[in-house]
Structure formats: C-alpha cells, structure tokens
C-alpha cells in the first residue's frame, strides 16, 4: 500500500481488488506478454540492422535500405506492442475539464496569440485572384 500526503487529504493507492487492507498480487497479463514480445522484436530488428549494416560497411556497399525481413519484424513487433497495450489490464480513469475550463468556449481556450501570424502570402494571393 502506497500512502503519500497530499494536501490535507491522505491518499492511498491500493490494487483494484484488494479487500481489507490487502494487496492483491498483480499477475502480468497476456497484454504485457504481448507488449514484451513486441519490444523485444523492435530491439532484435534494431540489432539486426546495425548488423546488416557493419557487414555491408565491411564489404564495401552503401545502405540504401534495409532487407525485407528486418522490416516484416518492424511491423510485426509494433502490431505487438499496440495489441499489447490495448489488452493490457491498466485502468483508464475519465479526464474531467475543471469546472473554469469547462466554462469557457473552446475557441477562448485555444486562441493562442503566439501562433498567430498575419504576414503571409495569402495576401499577394488575395491580390494575384483580384487582377484577374
């Protein structure tokens, strides 16, 4: 049990099933298996792309892309890891908008000033559309 001092308030982070004080031990899920699997493929085709590339060095080739097995892994690692995060057991907890931000219309919200930029070409368009 994870207790920290936030505030006035205690707050405490237990497992989702723990019951009386408890923690229930965490089991990784077939989501987490599948996430590993597909980072470690990442890394493997990481690994063999360096590899390709030292023995292409070595015999005096220039890299222009890498081989078709290393890019089948690339996709198949990164299906893994998206399917893997997905299934995996992670409580998603909903985003409220405080109560001021909630108020607001979402252009005030998104009106920043910084971005805007005035001097552009679209007034020499503007003038190029008109003498025609």
């Known amino acids: ?3 920290s001092l936030v505030g006035s308030e ?21 989501g987490t298996a599948l996430l590993v699997a597909g ?3 990442l890394t493997h085709a990481a690994m063999a792309t360096m590899k390709y ?7 005096d080739l220039d890299f222009t892309s890498a081989p078709w097995s290393v890019v089948a892994e690339c996709c198949l690692g990164m299906v893994l890891c998206v399917v893997g995060c997905a299934m995996s057991n992670a409580k998603l907890l909903p985003v ?3 109560r001021e931000c909630a108020e607001r219309p979402l252009d005030v ?8 930029s005035f ?3 679209g007034r020499a368009t503007a003038a190029w559309t008109s003498d025609q």
Do not use: Q, V, W
């Open 10 to 30: 205690m707050c405490i982070r237990d497992s989702i099933n723990a019951e009386y004080g408890e923690i229930a031990p965490s089991m990784p899920s077939i």
């Open 39 to 41: 980072l470690a493929a």
């Open 53 to 59: 590339r030292t023995e292409l060095k070595a015999l």
């Open 119 to 121: 001097n552009h070409r």
């Open 1 to 3: 049990m994870l207790r």
């Open 96 to 98: 409220h908008a405080k």
């Open 109 to 116: 919200l998104l009106g920043s000033t910084s971005f805007m």
